[in-house]
């Protein structure tokens, strides 16, 4: 079955740093979506992707949907300790519905 | 807006028990998920349904666990009998067709 892998699992940043998480499928993506979740919340829903070689930004995000669409990433510019959470990509295939999970990048920020 | 309702949001109960889980999603979506969410796992769809049908339900481990959506507004994902590897957070999500999920606070679930 697909299989969605995130690098790295967890990076510890300080306060202004930049930081990057990366998203790799075993299938092609029709779609790809980011979700946030804080400690102790849920995954909220962040931005989707569906164009090959897309890049859309969100403030000090930046994300990018690679060319062959099977993988992307989640670029954070000067972290702040409001970023800290786990981030997941989530791809779709074809005209599925199911979404499958990345494996998520946790994020810690100090100051 | 009420997003999706979860509840209990805790619940702690001795193994070989009962557990059911419950799922209101919010009015209109067309599809509902549930996942489960371990520290060894990650986040796993266990089921989904589309307009109260059950598509997929591949993730589901094992008989002990079962899910029904009899309406549109309601869904409850029940585990008979429990273990104390079923201990997770479990989450409900729902969406309209083409737009993203949205989640619940989860269900903390601590199988002794």
């Known amino acids: 079955g697909q299989q969605v892998m995130q690098i790295p699992q967890y990076q510890h940043v300080q306060e202004g740093e930049d930081f990057t998480t990366y998203c790799n499928s075993s299938t092609t993506l029709s779609n790809i979506q980011w979700y946030k979740q804080r400690p102790g919340g849920h995954p909220v829903f962040l931005i989707q992707?569906?164009?090959?070689?897309e890049v859309k930004k969100q403030k000090r995000l930046t994300f990018q949907f690679g060319e062959a669409k099977k993988n992307s990433s989640l670029h954070i510019t000067a972290t702040q300790t409001t970023d800290v959470g786990t981030y997941f990509c989530?791809?779709?295939?074809?005209?599925?519905?199911?979404?499958?999970f990345g494996t998520g990048t946790r994020l810690q920020v100090t100051l | 807006d009420a997003g999706v309702i979860q509840s209990p949001r805790h619940e702690v109960t001795e193994m070989g028990q009962e557990v059911t889980l419950r799922c209101k999603p919010i009015s209109g979506h067309n599809s509902l998920f549930w996942y489960r969410q371990t520290m060894m796992r990650g986040l796993e769809l266990l089921i989904y349904f589309n307009n109260n049908v059950p598509i997929d339900d591949s993730g589901m481990p094992e008989d002990r666990f079962s899910a029904k959506m009899p309406n549109a507004s309601f869904s409850t994902l029940k585990i008979q009998p429990s273990e104390p590897r079923d201990s997770a957070v479990y989450f409900c999500a729902s969406r309209l067709r083409g737009q993203p999920q949205h989640f619940g606070d989860g269900t903390r679930l601590s199988i002794l």
């Open positions: 992707l569906v164009k090959s070689g």
């Open positions: 989530a791809g779709l295939e074809g005209t599925a519905s199911k979404l499958t």
